[in-house]
């Protein structure tokens, strides 16, 4: 069964400085993984998602991640954070299964915050 | 933003009663899934759906049941209530994206906040 760590409860960053948000999975084949970030009372948006291909995925809002298979890895940063990047950070690894289409396992999330 | 819309967005129940949660699509995608959410477990798969009338369990269906009688409608029902189920549910869906089912993004609802007191 896929598994996904987080190992970042919560992080602080100022407002201007670079982040990186850590992503660890388990899975048995080639993974879908994905990044999702949540404001509170809203729901999930989607930031990137990587598939295949160039490891280097480009997502919403400035976002980057880099899927590196050999740590196990998919690894979110921003080169400079603003303050509504605040927020609750959500990585997953997707695994079709028979009928179930896409099935998520998620990480247990990060929260950000972002300092003036 | 997915035309998935969720309701009621916040209930207050009493251990021991029923409770249904409604989701509601408008892309007409094939796939609807329930997830809740808790502090510390990110979101954990309910129960999904392939289709109508076709469903099955997730990582915690225990207490849950679901129905799909329509491709825009996928019911959540709690049968009796209990404290351990007070949770933020969400609603998802996703369709086919030509790059497989495994690949297919999955879209949330803004999601119902459920307390059984």
Known sequence: AQ???QPDIHITVSEGASLELRCNYSYGATPYLFWYVQSP???LQLLLKYFSGDTLVQGIKGFEA???RSQSSFNLRKPSVHWSDAAEYFCAVGAGRGNAGNMLTFGGGTRLMVKP | ??????????KV???GTPVTLRCHQTE????????RQDPGHGLRLIHYSYGVKDTDKGEVSDGY???????EDFLLTLESATSSQTSVY??????SEGTGRSGNTIYFGEGSWLTVV
Request: hydrophobic fraction near 25%; charged fraction near 20%.
């Open chain 1, 41 to 43: 009372g809203q729901g």
């Open chain 2, 65 to 71: 049941s679901v129905s799909r009688s329509k491709t």
């Open chain 2, 90 to 95: 969400f609603c998802a869906i996703s369709g």
């Open chain 2, 1 to 10: 933003d997915a035309g998935i819309t969720q309701s009621p967005r916040h």
């Open chain 2, 28 to 35: 007409n995608h094939r796939y609807m899934y329930w997830y």
């Open chain 2, 13 to 15: 129940t009493e251990t």
């Open chain 1, 3 to 5: 598994s996904v760590t």
């Open chain 1, 66 to 68: 880099e899927f590196k």
